[in-house]
Each structure stands twice: as structure tokens, then as C-alpha cells.
């Protein structure tokens, strides 16, 4: 009975062993973008003067994913080595299109205004945008940073 039990507990303990890499192996990765100061310029209608903050997210990895939320950190310190410091301050982005299915090799993109963001960026060090999906426990994380102001006089 003690060798069936070992011979058991062998052969569960490899095929978990074995589920966990494939889990690994395959799985969805998404690849982020984040762009700010973006003007939209619409033929036949003409330039809408609103700065918006850019996302683009897509599927590098071989499964499918669903894109579920988008959250905003702010930190009063860089964090450097603390890289899992608590934020000071946290929230969540709303977009049209989410949640957002993503097949591997697909891209997702979205525009948002990114007035009352920068504003409340100035105040911190550093924020990162954060994105969670439903392949994954943790988010993909990209700094966020603001270009300066438009000098050039754009035409209306």
C-alpha cells in the first residue's frame, strides 16, 4: 500500500509539475504602449485642440487574454528598488472598450484626454499605468511621463 501511495503521489506531483510549466509556456503576454500629448486631426472637420493621453496594448504571447481594467499608481518616491511600495495614491482609468478580448498577435488601442491626469501627475514623482488582464495575477506596468506643452500654433 506505502509503494502505491509513493507511485501516486510520483506521477500526480510530475503531472502538476508539468501542467504549471505548460501554463508557462503557454500563455498570453501583452506588449503596452503609453503616449501623451496627442492632438486629434479629423479631415473635412478640423483639429480638435484636446491633448490626449494614448494607450496601445497587444498580444504577443500564444493564448487569448481579456483586457480588464486600466489603473493608475502614483508614487511620492521614485521607486528604485522598492518596486512593490505601497502607492500613495491609486485609481482606475474608464475607457468605452473595456473589458476588450485580445487573440494573440491582436492590438488594442484607445484615446483618452489626459488634462486632469498630468495635473494630478505633477504632484508625485513617478506614475505608472498598469494594465490587468485575465491571463495574468499581476498587471503590466508602463511609466508614465508628459511631453511638454505645444509651442507650434497649429491651424484651425
Partial sequence: MVTFLAIWGAVL???LGGFEVMKF???AKLRVEVGTGFITVMPGVGID?????????SNVGSEATTLTNITFRAFEKARGWKRWKRPSRQGII???QIPARLEPGSIWSEMVPQESM???AANFAECVICFHHSMARQPVAASLTFSG???A????
Fill in 49 to 57: 485642440h484636446t491633448e490626449r493621453m494614448s494607450f496601445c496594448v
Fill in 13 to 15: 506531483s510530475s503531472a
Fill in 94 to 96: 474608464t475607457v468605452r
Fill in 25 to 27: 509556456v503557454y500563455r
Fill in 149 to 151: 506643452q505645444i509651442d
Fill in 153 to 156: 500654433e497649429l491651424p484651425t
Fill in 118 to 120: 498630468r495635473e494630478f
